[in-house]
């Protein structure tokens, strides 16, 4: 049988680490010559597809393609493009089909979360019904952690790590000025309804008291009255509060506390910003001053403060979904597997696509502490060894040196452009 080419895109919100990914996965089909040819990825991710929009990766260097290891967000460009289901939409997954078909690809592979997972199962499925079987391998990528069936997902770590300093060094900040000016931090991170990253900040409590005094997850109903106690008990405590909050704190109707009115390309609220209103809570209520603080961007673009536990996962779920596709399997994961006991080891598995897609983990009761405001040791102990090690990038000038890839984009073969 003639070897195919393959092609790799990435999606979503991008990550420190979903490029070592990508490094992953093009090194280990490099070393896969016999059954692997070309190794295209998508522009702007699937959008790449669709508009055959194809970078030749075979003509990126090779110190450029390692480099992609310790480089942050989507080297390949990224997109919030969701497909709709084969019922709305079948000429989208045709067209998909079409490209591939054209261009020889016989090998998927998708870096994303849920979304991703739903529009690589479907693309397996709907080819194999074309007469055109394409193996379809989703890599796991989301900074949320809440992809099923894998112990977490490789780009939280490094987000985790982020926010538990972050968390740790405003606090000192705010300590050192309270007596005579702020009396109340916020730190707003990211999770619309999962918080997982929101308990990461509880990493940088290094005994009883220590700051965050308060965390706000989406998994626990938003009470005012007892929040805003919580914070003036706290402030009279010690001085200060430091409150780490989920963007997607909600209230006990299920309503998100920042509801912005609209929605995403995804089709997900818009939020509007949990800090700021909290902060004017805090300020009608309380009259306490305050500062509060976005982590926006910066907490999934910080490589350079990135766990080195999730740097080597990330690289080697890469690596994984090629060596299963060249081993013949089809719509599946490949999987992170915690082993049981205090030491903290971890290998690669599977997981089948049709019990990944468009399911979402949340935080287990068993993690949050008992008056919804913190975390547990079992969230501790679960949570503490992703965040290990430091993989620093190389300095040149004083900031890092991050890879820039050429970006080739190989001939077009398709007559018709198509619009998405």
Known sequence: MSKKNAFYAQSGGVTAVINASACGVIEAAREN?????????????????????????????????????????????????????????????????EVFKAHDIGYFFYNGGGDSADT????????????????????????????????????????????????????????????????????????????????????????????????????????????????????????????????????????????????????????????????????????????????DYLQRAARHIASATDVEQAYAVGRAAVQMAVAGKNAIMPAIIRAEGSEYRWSVGEAPLSEVANVEKFMPNTFISEDGFGITQQGRDYLLPLIQGEDYPPYKNGVPRYARLRKHLVEKKLAANFKA
Request: glycine share 10%; net charge negative; charged share 20%.
């Open 120 to 295: 690589c199962l479907k693309v397996s499925q709907l080819s194999e019904t074309m007469g055109y079987p394409i193996q379809a391998i989703h890599i796991p990528k989301t900074v949320d952690n809440d992809l099923p069936l894998t112990d977490n997902c490789p780009g939280f770590g490094s987000v985790a790590k982020y926010v538990a300093v972050s968390t740790q060094e405003a606090a000192m900040d705010v300590a050192s000025m309270c007596a005579t000016s702020t009396k109340v931090f916020i730190l707003e991170v990211m999770g619309r309804h999962a918080g997982w990253i929101a308990a990461a900040g509880a990493l940088a409590q290094e005994q009883e008291g220590d700051a965050p005094h308060i965390i706000l997850f989406p998994e626990v109903a938003f009470d005012r009255e007892r929040f805003l106690a919580k914070v003036q008990a706290t402030v009279d405590e010690k001085g200060y509060c430091v409150i780490v909050a989920s963007e997607g704190v909600q209230n006990k109707d299920g309503t998100f506390l920042a509801d912005a009115g609209a929605t995403d390309a995804f089709g997900h609220k818009q939020l509007g910003g949990v800090a700021p209103t909290l902060a004017a809570m805090i300020k009608s209520d309380l009259g306490l001053k305050y500062h509060w603080a976005l982590a």
């Open 33 to 97: 010559q016999d059954k692997i040819g070309n190794v295209y990825a998508g522009l702007n991710g699937i959008l790449g597809a669709l508009r055959e929009e194809l970078i030749d990766v075979g003509r990126e260097r090779a110190e450029d393609i390692a480099a992609l290891r310790y480089t942050p967000s989507g080297a390949f460009g990224s997109c919030r493009y969701k497909l709709k289901s084969l019922e709305e939409n079948r000429a989208e997954y045709e067209r998909l089909i």
